[in-house]
Structure formats: C-alpha cells, structure tokens
C-alpha cells in the first residue's frame, strides 16, 4: 500500500513539474539556441541538489516529501529527453558546434547547478 501512495505522491507532482517546464517553454524567446531547456534544466539541478542539501541537513526530513520533490518534481520538470533532441535537431541543421557547446554547457551548469543548490541549503538551514 506504502508503494501506491508513493507512487500517488510522485506522480501528483510530476504533474506540476512537467506544467512548470510547459510554462518556461511559452516564454518567448527567438534564438536557434535552445534557451528554455537549458534553463529548465539547470534551474532543476538546482532544486534538486538543493533539495538534497536540506535532506543531509535534516536527515528526519519525511522521506515523502524527498520523494516528491526529487522524483516528482525535479523528475517531470526538467528535461533530458528534449535537451537530447534538439541536440540532434542542432547536427541535422549544420550546427555541429552550437550543438556541441549546448552539450558542454548543459552538463557543466547543470552539476555546477546540484553544488549551488546543496550550498544555498545549507545556508538556509544553518541559519534556522
């Protein structure tokens, strides 16, 4: 029964992650450069590595609640699959190196984007 609700839980805010990331896309942005993924991208390895920060912190943290925000939210919000495609729609378009420099730069910023958030926790709890 345990497993239905988690289940529930992620799934309810898989929901919201995934209008979030519908919502950052109808910004209007016009560039060939894949913009909205990557910050959605990035802002989601922030709020899961801050996330994970406040659990180490508070190790009595409803594990639920870790579970909705990482696997739910973080998980429907951000998006690895879209970032793969426009990858390639980038090589299918003679944008090797804009392709190449949007790998790089995702990949960097977005562990780059975990430590922020682990740090950022840790000066919010600390603070408490």
């Known amino acids: 029964?345990?497993?239905?609700?988690?289940?529930l839980f992620v799934g309810l805010d898989g929901f919201t992650g995934a209008i979030l990331r519908?919502?950052?896309t109808l910004i209007p942005l016009k560039a060939q450069f894949p913009f909205a993924t990557l910050f959605v991208n990035i802002?989601?390895?922030?709020?899961?590595?801050?996330v994970?920060?406040?659990?180490?912190?508070?190790?009595?943290?409803?594990s639920q609640l870790i579970l909705f925000l990482k696997?739910?939210?973080?998980?429907?919000?951000?998006?690895?699959?879209?970032m793969s495609l426009e990858v390639v729609t980038l090589f299918r378009n003679s944008h090797s190196v804009l392709s190449v420099v949007y790998?790089?730069?995702?990949?960097?910023?977005?562990?780059?984007?975990?430590?922020?958030?682990?740090?950022i926790s840790s000066l919010v709890f600390k603070k408490l």
């Open 103 to 119: 790998i790089i730069t995702t990949v960097v910023f977005c562990i780059l984007g975990v430590i922020f958030g682990e740090f």
């Open 71 to 82: 696997t739910g939210l973080c998980g429907g919000y951000t998006t690895f699959s879209t």
């Open 43 to 50: 802002s989601g390895a922030v709020i899961i590595g801050f």
């Open 52 to 62: 994970v920060g406040a659990a180490g912190i508070f190790p009595n943290i409803n």
């Open 1 to 7: 029964m345990q497993i239905l609700k988690d289940c």
């Open 22 to 24: 519908y919502l950052v």
